[in-house]
């Protein structure tokens, strides 16, 4: 069964302090690794889609890589305004449209 | 110029009534999905149509019904509300079925009483 999870559950950092996201996967075939961000109270924003091991994709303070077995969302020298749950989602080659979540990571980023 | 809308934001309810959220989408996607997020935050997909089509219909209880009038519209009824229901609603839309950028409503906080 395909498995998608998450690590830390909450993450607290000072502003500045650079840090990473875990998100570690089981699946028979990926089609693809998402990367989304919700705040509070709104729905999922799309961050990054990675296809295939060695892969990077930045913006802004964030960037997202992956291995046959994980994806690491790095948060360099965060905000304030990084402060969200970050999630992580998996598609199957033969599910495309089908997105299987993490329980996502909670970011504080205090001044 | 709201990508994707739902509406209502919050609906509060006894058990057994039946409801409906509504969801559209002026982006011009031809597919859109309905997922639940419970109260440990994990976002499961429910449905999915592509162009009217239903796709995706994932192991929920029959109660709840998709319809999809045109390709910019999906909503969802629930029959016989349970306790269980209550969580937060959220509808999404992609440019096609492969579903690589799903855009996100704000979400319908649903509360069963």
């Known amino acids: 069964e395909d498995q998608v999870t998450q690590s830390p559950e909450a993450l607290r950092l000072q502003e500045g302090e650079s840090s990473s996201l875990n998100c570690s996967y089981t699946?028979?075939?990926?089609?693809?690794l998402f990367w989304y961000r919700q705040d509070p109270g709104k729905g999922p924003e799309f961050l990054f889609t990675?296809?295939?091991a060695g892969e990077e994709k930045e913006k802004e303070r964030l960037k997202a890589t992956l291995t046959k077995k994980e994806s690491f969302l790095h948060i360099t020298a965060p905000k304030p305004e990084d402060s969200a749950t970050y999630l992580c989602a998996l598609a199957r080659t033969d599910s495309w449209g089908k997105l299987q979540f993490g329980a996502g990571t909670q970011v504080v980023v205090t001044p | 110029d709201t990508a994707v809308s739902q509406t209502p934001k919050y609906l509060v309810t006894q058990m057994g009534n039946d409801k409906s959220i509504k969801c559209e989408q002026n982006?011009?996607?031809?597919?859109m999905y309905w997922y639940k997020q419970d109260s440990k935050k994990f976002l499961k997909i429910m449905f999915s149509?592509?162009?009217?089509?239903?796709?995706i219909n994932e192991t929920v209880p029959n109660r709840f019904s998709p319809k999809s009038p045109d390709k910019a519209h999906l909503n969802l009824h629930i029959n016989s509300l349970e306790l269980g229901d209550s969580a937060v609603y959220f509808c999404?839309?992609?440019?096609?079925?492969?579903?690589?950028?799903?855009?996100f409503g704000p979400g319908t906080r649903l509360t069963v009483l």
């Open positions: 149509y592509n162009n009217k089509e239903l796709i």
């Open positions: 999404a839309s992609s440019h096609t079925s492969r579903g690589q950028e799903q855009f």
């Open positions: 699946v028979s075939g990926l089609r693809g």
């Open positions: 982006l011009g996607h031809d597919t």
């Open positions: 990675l296809y295939s």
